[in-house]
């Protein structure tokens, strides 16, 4: 960093007022710069900037012996496990020195990055927005997971017997591998069940459970998808007096989960129109594709060690997107960045994510391709389909996956308000004024007005009793 770089830095912050996630600002060398060291190192890495004061507008520390403050650091960064190793520079401020330490974030193999004396559950640190926090009991577990293979899909299920598992999921995916490893079957039906973990010691596994079970929630009540429609932009938007348009908790094993999400999405988005010189192009809010890809990437690629099985994978959709979170973030060598690159590929559950690769939907096709091609198809069909790349956050504790909700197409809104509302109700229950304004990007008046024509021409009706906060319409029951 350069004199420049840094005075335009302290310009930022000055109008700012405050640090930010990846900038520390310190007046002198504490004990709580460890606090700083240990979070930039667990997280994406960041800057601490040493010779300011925050309390008088980030000006220069009268006095202040860089020299001194450097090897003063360089004995903080030696009291962490792992060991830091910034880049310390000082730079001028004016003529005032500021000791300026570039932190890298450290490999997921070496996480979490302590303060030696207070060991890895009291000394590991996180950045969220302009602040360390202590790592949580959970967090510090997740990462310490990356040293090792996670082996909580293949945990035996205490209480559960062959008979909580369905036969014929099960019975197609042993056929399967019979014609496939005839040799794992040479011993038995009893031997191949147990080499391929869906049983130990004679009881399913998690895995086995989750892929092909029954009713998986008997045993995992929390093992479920929970499913959302918003009317605003965030959870806490309230609309006509409605939280929520449409709610569900989904449950089954994996499969189920993943066709009752997608077709709770599908029930719940709207389908616009590309207009050629002859035809009509049907273009849905998302690519189901997509969807289903994302949803079997959340089950899958899941935390279900025991801290995380009440958590629950969220499907969310708002008026202008969808997301999918899952519990655990990234698993392994894959960051935001590399995800569905070729080549790129880890994961959490191993045995879960092999079974789910010769496990069939009902209505046919496998789950899981288990190649790590998930993202890459997500982003291939939201291309196809005319949309943006998928938003992607990752962080020790969930992983979230967004997918921007198509626009109206502009041809589409010259057509007149009641046949669009009128077609729209054709392939819709019902629709409330709020979703009809917004998903024609129409005043409420205008709704309103086209509304009142169709009632009155009876082709709508209301479904609650005027005025109700709960009010929503729908084509005329004849």
Not at 253 to 278: C, F, H, K, Q, Y
Not at 404 to 411: F, I
């Amino acid at each position: 960093m350069d004199s420049e770089q840094l005075s335009t830095i302290v310009d930022q912050l000055r109008v700012i007022g405050t640090d930010q996630q990846v900038l520390e600002v310190k007046s002198s060398v504490g004990k709580d710069i460890r606090a700083t060291l240990s979070a930039f190192s667990n997280s994406a890495g960041g800057t601490i900037l040493i010779g300011l004061d925050e309390a008088q507008d980030f000006a220069p520390v009268p006095h202040f012996d860089a020299a001194r403050t450097r090897n003063q650091l360089v004995a903080r960064c030696e009291q962490m496990t792992p060991v830091v190793r910034p880049l310390i520079e000082i730079v001028l401020l004016g003529k005032a020195p500021v000791v300026v330490a570039t932190i890298p974030e450290i490999e997921p193999r070496h996480k979490p990055c302590y303060v030696t004396d207070q060991g890895q559950y009291g000394g590991s640190y996180t950045r969220s927005g302009d602040g360390d926090h202590r790592m949580t009991q959970y967090e510090v577990e997740r990462l310490l997971e990356e040293h090792t293979q996670p082996r909580w899909d293949e945990e035996v299920v205490p209480d559960a017997t062959l008979n909580d598992l369905a036969d014929d999921a099960l019975g197609a995916f042993l056929d399967g591998q019979q014609t496939l490893r005839p040799k794992t079957f040479a011993d038995g039906d009893d031997t191949a069940r147990e080499r391929l973990r869906i049983t130990r010691d004679g009881r399913p596994t998690l895995a086995a459970l989750l892929a092909f079970g029954e009713y998986p929630q008997q045993f995992f009540p929390r093992l479920t998808v929970t499913f959302a429609v918003f009317p605003g932009t965030d959870r806490g938007s309230v609309t006509e007096g409605v939280r929520l348009l449409d709610s569900a908790t989904l449950t089954g094993p994996i499969p189920e989960l993943v066709e009752s999400a997608v077709d709770a999405v599908r029930r719940n988005m709207r389908t616009a129109g590309l207009i050629g010189d002859t035809f009509r192009t049907d273009m849905p809010d998302y690519p189901l594709v997509a969807v289903r890809e994302a949803v079997v990437n959340a089950l899958m690629h899941r935390d279900y060690s025991p801290a995380a099985r009440g958590a629950q994978v969220q499907v969310s959709m708002f008026v202008d997107r969808l997301e999918i979170m899952n519990p655990g973030g990234l698993y392994g060598a894959v960051t935001v960045e590399t995800l569905g690159q070729a080549g790129v590929s880890t994961s959490r559950n191993q045995r879960l994510s092999t079974l789910l690769e010769s496990t069939t939907f009902p209505n046919g096709g496998a789950v899981a391709e288990n190649r790590g091609t998930g993202i890459a198809v997500i982003r291939h069909a939201l291309a196809e389909a005319l949309l943006p790349p998928p938003e992607i956050k990752s962080s020790v504790t969930s992983f979230t996956i967004t997918l921007r909700r198509r626009r109206v197409v502009p041809r589409e809104r010259n057509a007149p308000a009641r046949d669009r509302i009128a077609d729209y109700l054709t392939k819709h229950e019902s629709a409330s004024a709020a979703e009809l304004a917004e998903t024609f990007t129409l005043s409420r008046s205008t709704i309103q007005n086209a509304l009142r024509g169709l009632i009155a021409d009876g082709t709508v009706e209301a479904t609650e009793p005027p005025r109700s906060p709960k009010q929503r319409y729908r084509l005329a029951r004849q």
